[in-house]
């Protein structure tokens, strides 16, 4: 452990999740205490809840557990935005720590996972991402599991990223497009290329950690409000689709330092150059989410 820094850094991005926080914060709480003896005592971690763009008592409610917990850092920001809120805590408020977490406020950590996922990092300093898998809660987390361990990749819910590459990050300015969807999959990409597409591309460079879980809770498929929520999240899903595609070309002919500030001048830049095409049911959210784009660069 190095002997100013903590050994973790922790970034949970909360936009109102009032009426879980407290169980996601007490679930990493408790994952510290399940650690070894000493192997992360108090002061070696620190936490940050990224409340952005809530409209409930989120704020409130991380601020009442802060002060009964002086791990607990609430960064409050107006913009409700995921990957803005990872750009504030990497390069804005996030201390220099050996290893750094992200994990969802809707989730929680499983036993002593964080402490794996520290072991994980050192011992394998070559890695740029690691990447913790969910617990099985249906079939659809099975195959996830099973093109996590085999093809590697991660899962938005919880991972690390080591020091060394947040470090390079930070050296060359990299942020994410604002409006990002899905963030996960761009910092894969980038953990992938190693900052440097003239490296290649490479699944091997995010280690998986399979002694590091996650749970969150699924999807009451008899709920009619659950369903209207699948619906909007199946259009998210497309317009990461679109993203995915226009985030590549960039970083396979200019390099991640080339990404724009916000989504919408990659839209202005990019959309044109890429085609619908048929994607089984999925194509219909497509068309939305096409039009949806179309009407941001108006």
Request: aromatic share 10%.
């Amino acid at each position: 452990m190095m002997d100013s820094n903590p050994a973790l850094a922790i970034a949970v991005f909360a936009h109102n999740e009032a009426a879980r926080i407290t169980t996601c914060l007490e679930s990493i709480r408790i994952s510290i205490i399940n650690s070894p003896h000493n192997a992360l005592p108090e002061g070696s971690y620190q936490c940050y809840v990224l409340a952005n763009g809530c409209t409930d008592n989120t704020a409130q409610v991380v601020a009442e557990y802060q002060q009964q917990h002086s791990w607990v850092n609430l960064v409050d920001i107006k913009e409700g935005d995921k990957s803005n809120a990872w750009n504030v805590f990497v390069h804005e408020v996030a201390a220099e720590a050996e290893t750094y977490i992200f994990m969802d406020g809707d989730c929680e950590v499983v036993g002593d996972s964080l402490y794996q996922l520290y072991q994980y990092q050192k011992a394998h300093p070559q890695k740029n991402a690691l990447a913790a898998i969910p617990m099985d809660v249906g079939r659809g987390t099975k195959q996830q599991i099973i093109t996590m361990v085999t093809r590697g990749g991660l899962a938005g819910n919880l991972y690390a990223l080591p020091h060394q590459f947040v470090k390079r990050v930070r050296e060359g300015s990299i942020k994410l497009p604002v409006g990002t969807i899905g963030e996960d999959s761009l910092v894969g990409a980038l953990a992938c290329f190693d900052l440097d597409v003239t490296r290649g591309w490479d699944r091997t460079r995010i280690g998986v950690c399979e002694q590091a879980r996650f749970t969150y809770k699924p999807m009451d498929w008899l709920s009619w409000q659950e369903w209207k929520v699948y619906y909007r999240r199946k259009q998210r899903y497309s317009i990461r689709h679109w993203q995915n595609k226009m985030i590549k070309a960039i970083l396979t002919t200019k390099g991640p330092q080339y990404l724009p500030e916000h989504v919408k001048t990659m839209y202005q830049h990019y959309l044109q150059e890429i085609q619908l095409s048929w994607r089984g049911l999925d194509t219909y959210f497509d068309m939305l989410a096409w039009r949806q784009i179309n009407k941001e660069t108006e």
